[in-house]
C-alpha cells in the first residue's frame, strides 16, 4: 500500500522573513495534492526540494487546495495559473470552499489575469479558462484522487476550511488559520497525524492553548504557521520546518 506523505514547503505567517508561507504538499500512490499556495511558489518547491531530498516540480502537481483568500495562503496561485496554462496547457485543478470559489476570481486574479495579449490583439478570458473546481462541502467528505477530505470551517478573518483528510488507512487532521476552537480539536483529534497553527492575535491560535492540551494530543500535533519570534526549541509541542516529510 502507498504512504500517505506530507511534506512540509512553507512554515511561515505573512510577515516571516525567515520562512515561506505556510504550505503543505500531500503526496499518495504517485498523486500530488498541494494545500495553499504562497508567493513565488517553483521557489518554494525549489528550496523544498533540496531540503527534502524529493525532486519536486510544478508540472507534477495539478491539485491545489485553497483554504482561504488571505495572500500568504494563495498569492502564488496567479502565478501557478499562468504556468500551467502557457507551459503545460492544463488548467489547475482547485479544491475549495464554496465561499472562497465565489471570491477567488472576481475579487483576487481576475484584475490581473482576465485579459492576455497574443501579440496581435487582447482577448478576454474567464477563471474556467484557468480552473477547473472541485468544491469542498461543510456536510460530507470529497474525494481528490487518493485522498477523502472532510472540511470545517475555522474562526478566522474570512471563511477558511479546516480539513480532515484520509488516505491509504491513515488520517491527517490539518487547522489551517483560526482562533482557538475547543470544537475544532474535537474535529481534528481523531487523527494520526495532526497540524496545527500558532500565532499572535485573536483570529490565530495562541501556543499556550495548545501547550494545554492533553500530553497523548500533542504528542500526535505539529506547530505551523508560527511568527519569527516563536521559540521552536522550548516549545512542548514539535515545530515543523520547511523540507520536513512526515509519513502519517
Known sequence: MSEFEVIVLGVGDTFSERHHGTSLLLCCEGFRLAID??????G??????????????LSDIDHVL???VHGDHMNGLEGVAFYK???????????????VRATIWEQRLKASMGQLFDGQQYRVLGFGDYFEVTELSWAEPVVVGPFTVRARRTVHHVPTSALFIEAAGRSLGYSADTAFDAELIAFLEPADLIIHETNLGPAHTPYASLAALPAQLRARMR??????SFDTSSSCIQSLREGDLLVV
Not at 492544463?90 to 465561499?99: I, Q
Request: hydrophobic residues 30%; aromatic residues 6%.
Open 44 to 57: 518554494v518547491l525549489h528550496d523544498a526540494a533540496k531540503r527534502s531530498g524529493r525532486e519536486l516540480s
Open 85 to 99: 496554462h502557457f507551459a503545460d496547457k492544463k488548467r489547475v485543478h482547485l479544491v475549495t470552499s464554496p465561499e
Open 223 to 228: 506547530l505551523i504557521h508560527y511568527p519569527d
Open 66 to 68: 485553497i483554504t482561504h
Open 37 to 42: 499556495c504562497p508567493d513565488a511558489y517553483r
